[in-house]
């Protein structure tokens, strides 16, 4: 079979027109609600498949073949409160609206972003936009940003008229990424089990998720430090931050690039604050040139200042190597740990006179 008649096959069974050949067979339709039209499933095979021209799945911010977002993705930032999860989607709203490279990523061409924020006063919010326009030195972005403006703090994607008032205001201003924070409050149930975080991402899918629209959530992590609920599988793109103690400078770890392969010493960075600006300078994390003592000293800074850390958030937020830094954590006598919920170890100072390691 030529590509034409593939392609011809393919659109023919796609679009239910004329007699469905080679193979191209409907199974069913779902169940739907009383009075709607009916959904057709539909299969192809690799040859009628392969011929026809989806669109791309245009990067937003990265590049064809490492792309951190896409039109149609989902990426999923979290972290502990004070991490800076707000500042820095604020500041890649910024750039991406501006059509400008961010944290070393390039951004192929202005994004329209919209974002929605139900967590504290209009007026903070307000003044942290207006601060970031202040101290902002290139092209103006503020033309390619929308806000939830009202009722403030109450958007709800569990409500459909708000769902879509959303979709219709996105597809009048082709809007390209929805930035929004919470994920808690935005209609999903708090516990996030598998069926309530898979409603929400339906809620999403319904506002262009996986066709024409980004989305970009802002979530919070769990007592152990993990993810919290049963959010893992959904994004294509997770991000965690971790504030590093008391100094400016949070670590970033790309924990899951669906669609971009990087190499180990790209999945973290350290953000070394810019205050002025209230953007970020990024810098590689040192994996194999730091000394033990060093690493030793960064261990000792971080748990005196936060004491039984779980061995997750500890590698998160110290500087070096996992690796090496799980190894001095079991056995230098400077660090003990307790029990935590579901095994996790909980990291705490030992007195300096300890001599043996642990065991």
């Known amino acids: 079979m030529s590509t034409v008649e593939d392609e011809a096959a393919f659109r023919a069974a796609m679009d239910g027109i004329g007699p469905i050949d080679h193979g191209l067979t409907p199974n069913g339709t779902a169940p739907e609600a009383e009075g709607a039209p009916p959904t057709s499933y539909r299969f192809a095979p690799f040859d009628a498949f392969a011929a026809h021209q989806f669109p791309d799945a245009e990067p937003l911010l990265g590049k064809n073949g490492t792309t951190y977002l896409a039109v149609g993705s989902l990426l999923l930032v979290y972290g502990a409160d004070g991490s800076g999860k707000s500042t820095w989607t604020v500041d890649a709203a910024a750039h991406l609206a501006a059509g400008r490279d961010w944290l070393g990523l390039p951004v192929p061409r202005p994004t329209r972003c919209l974002l929605i924020e139900n967590e504290g006063p209009a007026g903070l919010f307000q003044a942290k936009l207006k601060a970031?326009?202040?101290?902002?030195?290139?092209?103006?972005?503020?033309?390619?940003?929308?806000i939830f403006a009202t009722p403030w703090s109450a958007f709800t994607f569990a409500d459909p008229h708000a769902r879509a008032e959303l979709t219709e205001y996105c597809d009048e201003h082709q809007i390209d990424v929805v930035m929004a924070n919470p994920t808690l409050g935005l209609g999903v149930a708090a516990s996030g089990r598998p069926d309530e975080t898979q409603t929400f991402v339906n809620w999403l899918?319904?506002?262009?998720?996986?066709?024409?629209?980004?989305?970009?959530?802002?979530?919070?992590?769990?007592?152990?430090?993990?993810?919290?609920?049963d959010w893992g599988r959904h994004p294509d793109t997770k991000v965690n931050l971790q504030a590093d103690g008391h100094a400016h400078r949070t670590r970033?770890?790309?924990?899951?690039?669906?669609?971009?392969?990087?190499d180990p010493q790209d999945r973290a960075v350290m953000l070394d604050w810019q205050i002025d600006t209230q953007s970020y300078t990024p810098k590689q994390i040192d994996t194999v040139g730091a000394s033990d003592d060093l690493l030793i000293e960064r261990l000792t800074a971080y748990l005196d200042d936060h004491p039984a850390t779980a061995t997750k958030t500890v590698l998160a937020s110290v500087e070096g190597n996992d690796t090496r830094l799980t190894g001095l954590l079991n056995q230098r006598?400077?660090?003990?740990?307790?029990?935590?919920?579901?095994?996790?170890?909980?990291?705490?100072?030992?007195?300096?006179?300890?001599?043996?390691?642990?065991?």
């Open 132 to 146: 970031k326009r202040e101290t902002w030195d290139g092209d103006d972005f503020a033309p390619n940003i929308h």
């Open 205 to 229: 899918k319904e506002c262009g998720l996986s066709d024409n629209r980004a989305f970009w959530l802002l979530h919070h992590e769990n007592k152990s430090g993990q993810i919290s609920g």
């Open 252 to 262: 970033l770890t790309w924990e899951k690039t669906r669609w971009a392969t990087l």
């Open 333 to 359: 006598p400077e660090f003990d740990y307790g029990k935590g919920p579901r095994g996790a170890k909980l990291w705490t100072l030992t007195p300096t006179s300890a001599e043996s390691p642990k065991g």
